[in-house]
């Protein structure tokens, strides 16, 4: 299926999920390309940032799925020596000790993925979240170097130590929203939002039970607490139709696809993962571009002129 959907303004969040989303979302956004739609703006968090930035910044979804073929945990996790991790937690009782990897192998790593510098000079708009720390704010970043903004959206808790930008401290943007909407909906006058939601959702007593029986239990759990928030946008099924909260009339299609778990670091078959992704996205978003060039065709009130 080859349709373009130059009449409408589309945006694309991609939501945290660890290395979970990172392949899920590389492979929906080869979906997107397949399909040849034309994204008006992105915004990503955790994971999402991370895939959405590189895309954003004019890389090729070709070129970065080729790099995470070869990619291993330590071209972005450099925890700390047993030694000194003990140092720390014994001699030092954990002062000043916030996290078990420092993040400058990651930001490197991600430097070394992107073909623009800046948000200014990205092919697409882009946006990341992050939690400042030093202020206890929800943070959208939309200018400066891309890399080290990237970082501190997906800054894990626990895992990496939180990003120094400009005096102040930023970690993760899962611990406020799984998926920014906000950050480019009404920033962009756009038509359709799509969300690609990747982050896991456990519930009840067996799911819990098997967040528990998975290696690293203790980062199953963090994991679990980060991704336990179930957005305004998300029900129980793999599409979800719905509007913008602040009114401007754009439609927010909700992808949520069946994928199965990929551990940290990058424990399973990332590729299997990804390409599921492709496969479900380019059937979910085809279905939905039919819809859509009938109501174009029927010019529906919520399409802007």
Known sequence: MNKKTDKLRIGVVLSSGGARGVFAHTGFLQAVDELNIDVAAIAGCSAGALV???????????????????????????????????????????????????TDTAINFIRKQLTAETFANCRIPFHSLAMNMTHSIKTFFGEGELAPRIMASAAIPILY???????????????????????????????????????????????????????????????????????????????????????????????????????????????KLQESARIQGIELLSQQMDKWSKKVATKRPWFKN
């Open 52 to 102: 959405g930035g590189i895309y954003a910044s004019g890389t090729s979804i070709s070129k970065w799925s080729e790099v995470l073929e070869t990619t291993q945990p330590s071209d972005y996790w450099r925890p700390d020596s047993k030694l000194r991790f003990l140092w720390n937690m014994i001699v030092r009782k954990g002062r000043g000790y916030t996290g078990f990897s420092e």
């Open 161 to 271: 130590r939180p990003v120094e930008i400009e005096g102040e401290l930023f970690s993760d943007g899962a611990t406020l929203d799984l998926a920014p909407t906000d950050a480019i909906c009404c920033k962009h006058d756009l038509d359709i939002l799509i969300v690609h939601h990747t982050a896991i959702h456990c519930q009840g007593k067996a799911g819990l039970q098997h967040v528990l029986s998975q290696p690293w239990s203790l980062l199953e759990i963090l994991f679990l607490q980060l991704y336990s928030e179930r957005p305004w946008y998300l029900v129980d099924k793999p599409v979800n139709e719905t509007y913008c909260q602040c009114g401007c009339g754009a439609v927010v299609l909700v992808l949520k696809p069946d994928l199965p778990e990929l551990g940290w670091p990058m424990r399973g078959d990332g590729q």
